[in-house]
């Protein structure tokens, strides 16, 4: 990143680990970055605690497009059949 002249702002980065215990992850500048308990990807939530946040918000958004269909699918003046 710094040949590209790009910065990191270590105020603002969080970062998730596997690694248990503490708020803070080290790295080899003994830079101190704060562990994000939730982490926001493009594929989902992924969470310090499990898959159960992504779980929860996918199941969320299915509901969601569940009741955005029904009143399509059960409305009898939609219906050519």
Known sequence: ???????????????T???EGGDAV???NIAVFMQAKVFLHMVGY?????VDAAVRGRIKCAW??????????????CSTV
């Open 46 to 50: 992924l969470s310090a605690e499990g």
């Open 17 to 19: 680990s596997s690694i």
């Open 26 to 28: 080290f790295d080899a």
């Open 64 to 77: 969601l497009k569940w009741k955005e269909s029904t009143g399509i699918l059960c409305n009898r003046r």
């Open 1 to 15: 990143m710094a040949a590209c002249r790009l910065k990191l702002n270590t105020k603002k980065t969080e970062v």
